[in-house]
């Protein structure tokens, strides 16, 4: 089909064409609505989910989002990320704040407008594209100011927590530490011989040459960059975990609940949700978690990657 006759794609352009006309208009609505909720005492801190790639961090997310009466950035609201009050009050309007129910994937990426999204383009709006880690003299008094007042306002809006699935949030802690102070963190660990395994076969699936960097970049993601593929993914993964241990220690230790991989099943869940005093929705689909760990790689590649987990200290990736 022609695409430019294809309804599906006529009527979002046609959405899009029309949001942006109307847009000023929403953008004063807005302004009124975080005067009233932003100045408001913070009734839940925000959640954010974090780790490397490849960590069963996008089913987490879903089974989290799907089981709990909590808020989240779902498809429908990414698409208005420019105007996040707006979109949050949109997608309760069609949903209800309804279970999504939705438990696939495409490295993160999920199908349906009420289907939980990443939404790497709200926090784009104040952070590079071209790097991950923001140390302390990248945070603005404005940037935490704008963030912390619209997220506020959602959360104060709605009584409810939200809860955020970004990994690059891992390597902004020190951006979050001025923003949420007091926010809680679920961080998805795996095996290192998993993970990079899983990395490897994610970059041949998407066509990725094996030594190009893929997914979330670390400080020092210009040395990874210049390595061979075996020393820079488990160095990823390495330099990932060991900068969310560093920065965990401006918040307070019982900020944080560690999910591994292979403990990863609905009791799981459930602990985490008491842990965090999420309330249950009372319906809803049950997820089906039942992950196992299987090398599939060549004895040669599993050999290399054994090689380089060996040579680093990963007791320095735990959180303190």
């Known amino acids: ?33 975080y005067r009233k909720y932003s100045n408001m005492p913070l009734k839940h801190q925000p959640v954010f989910i974090i780790g490397a790639p ?42 209800k704040q309804k279970a999504h129910n939705c438990f696939s994937s495409n490295h993160g990426a999920t199908k349906g407008l009420r289907s939980p999204s990443e939404c790497g383009g709200f926090w784009y709006r104040w952070l590079p594209r071209d790097r991950h880690f923001i140390d302390h003299q990248g ?19 709605y009584d409810k927590p939200l809860v955020f699935k970004n990994l ?59 390595l061979e593929w075996p020393e820079q993914i488990v160095r990823q993964i390495f330099d990932i975990e060991k900068q969310i241990s560093e920065d965990s220690a401006l918040f307070e230790k019982d900020r944080f609940s560690i ?16 842990f965090l005093n999420f309330n249950e929705r009372q319906e809803c689909e049950s997820a089906i978690i039942n992950l196992t760990e299987r090398l599939v790689l060549n004895e040669s590649e599993i050999s290399l990657l054994n090689k380089e987990i060996k040579k680093l200290d990963w007791s320095v990736t735990n959180v303190k």
């Open 168 to 226: 690059n949030a891992g390597q902004r802690l020190r951006l979050l530490s001025k923003a949420f102070p007091e926010a809680k963190f679920i961080y998805a660990r795996r095996e290192p011989e998993y993970t990079a395994q899983s990395i490897l076969l994610a970059k041949r699936k998407l066509g990725i040459k094996e030594n190009s960097f893929w997914s979330i970049m670390p400080k020092s993601v210009s040395e990874l960059n210049k």
């Open 139 to 157: 945070v603005t008094d404005k940037m935490v100011k704008e963030i912390r007042e619209e997220i506020s306002s959602v959360i104060n809006k």
């Open 54 to 95: 490849r960590t069963g961090s996008t089913i987490l997310y879903q089974t989290i989002t799907n089981q709990f009466d909590v808020l989240y950035i779902d498809n429908l609201v990414c698409k208005f990320n420019k105007n996040f009050f707006f979109g949050f009050w949109l997608s309760n309007k069609l949903f």
């Open 1 to 33: 089909m022609n695409k430019y006759l294809d309804p599906k794609r006529y009527f979002s352009f046609f959405m899009n064409k029309l949001f942006s006309l109307l847009s000023p208009v929403v953008k004063l609505w807005e302004k009124r609505q």
């Open 259 to 274: 999910v591994n991989y292979l403990d990863l099943n609905q009791k799981t869940v459930s602990d985490v949700g008491r």
